[in-house]
């Protein structure tokens, strides 16, 4: 059984869109799965993200979440915001960490 993690409210013209993640959990496949909730901006969506541990299934979910964000018209338009800033403050799908040169 899943639950209401963590969520984020950001600010857009048609009022507060929410970022919704539920508390990871171990599937029966052995990996770790994290689901997630897009409300209020246009049709409400959601999936979920697989990691090897919660950690990453959570992480993963944030990172999907912020690709959805940045792609919707809202976004492209400058007009969805989080603390009034457009940096909407959740991991790129574009971190991938250090290089391994480094």
Known sequence: MTE????RSFQAPNGQVLARFERPY???GGEYRCRWRIVGLGADRGKETAGIDSVQALMLAMK???A???ESDEYKAGKLTYLEQ???DLPSLYDAG???TE
């Open 68 to 70: 959805e964000l940045s």
């Open 86 to 88: 457009t940096d909407l």
């Open 4 to 7: 209401l993690f963590v969520e």
């Open 26 to 28: 171990l599937a029966p």
């Open 64 to 66: 999907v979440v912020q």
């Open 98 to 100: 250090p290089s391994p």
